[in-house]
T-cell receptor, first 114, second 117 residues
Framework: AQSVTQLGSHVSVSEGALVLLRCNYS??????LFWYVQYPNQGLQLLLK??????LVKGINGFEAEFKKSETSFHLTKPSAHMSDAAEYFC????????????FGTGTKLQVIP | GAGVSQSPRYKVAKRGQDVALRCDPI?????LFWYQQALGQGPEFLTY????????KSGLPSDRFFAERPEGSVSTLKIQRTQQEDSAVYLC???????????????FGPGTRLTVL
């Protein structure tokens, strides 16, 4: 079984400030981990993924995340927030075997303050 | 098509009506998933198809929910006697392979927003 926990359902940052969205996972086997972004009334867009290669993964729009097995974490960061980053972000996990159904977290809504 | 498409994009139903939601996966994709996203929540797994075989329906919330993929391509999610708690966005995703090991990326459609009045 697998699960993810996102800490903080709402996060506010000032434009230009560091973005840090927290995610911890639980998995019985080596996981694949993802961050998705969802803009209002739009579908899910894959930001980045960890699939057991490099532990620091870079994604689109300047986001990156680091897989830390010892901490069971996969936090999402961006050095400088932009107004266009305001959206909802979902951390997700799937097992590395089988047909890989995705388990999502409950989401973190990011607000960027001008 | 270039991606996963879903229709209709929006559906309003009166309580008690039956609805059918369609998913057109990427051509040639073996795996197809349905997820339900309630307002303010993350998507939750409903069911999985490998070609025409429904291998996992553990996430379907009740026997009012039924999914099929008769020819291993297009899939339909049917909800009978809709209830207000069925209001949600229904997402479809497809991936190229079945459970063959290695990373198998899922591509998501835009979803169908169902509102039950």
């Amino acid at each position: 079984a697998q699960s993810v926990t996102q800490l903080g359902s709402h996060v506010s940052v000032s434009e230009g400030a560091l973005v840090l969205l927290r995610c911890n996972y639980s998995s019985s086997v080596p996981p694949y981990l993802f961050w998705y972004v969802q803009y209002p009334n739009q579908g899910l867009q894959l930001l980045l993924k960890y699939t057991s290669a490099a532990t620091l993964v870079k994604g689109i729009n300047g986001f990156e995340a680091e897989f830390k097995k010892s901490e069971t974490s996969f936090h999402l960061t961006k050095p400088s927030a932009h107004m266009s980053d305001a959206a909802e972000y979902f951390c997700a996990v799937t097992l590395s075997g089988g047909y890989q159904k995705v388990t999502f977290g409950t989401g973190t809504k990011l607000q960027v303050i001008p | 098509g270039a991606g996963v498409s879903q229709s209709p994009r929006y559906k309003v139903a009166k309580r008690g009506q039956d609805v059918a939601l369609r998913c057109d996966p990427i051509s040639g994709h073996v795996s197809l998933f349905w997820y339900q996203q309630a307002l303010g929540q993350g998507p939750e797994f409903l069911t999985y198809f490998q070609n025409e075989a429904q291998l996992d329906k553990s996430g379907l919330p009740s026997d009012r929910f039924f999914a099929e993929r008769p020819e291993g391509s297009v899939s339909t999610l049917k909800i009978q006697r809709t209830q207000q708690e069925d209001s949600a966005v229904y997402l479809c995703a497809s991936s190229l392979l079945g459970g063959s090991g290695g990373y198998n990326e899922q591509f998501f459609g835009p979803g169908t927003r169902l509102t039950v009045l």
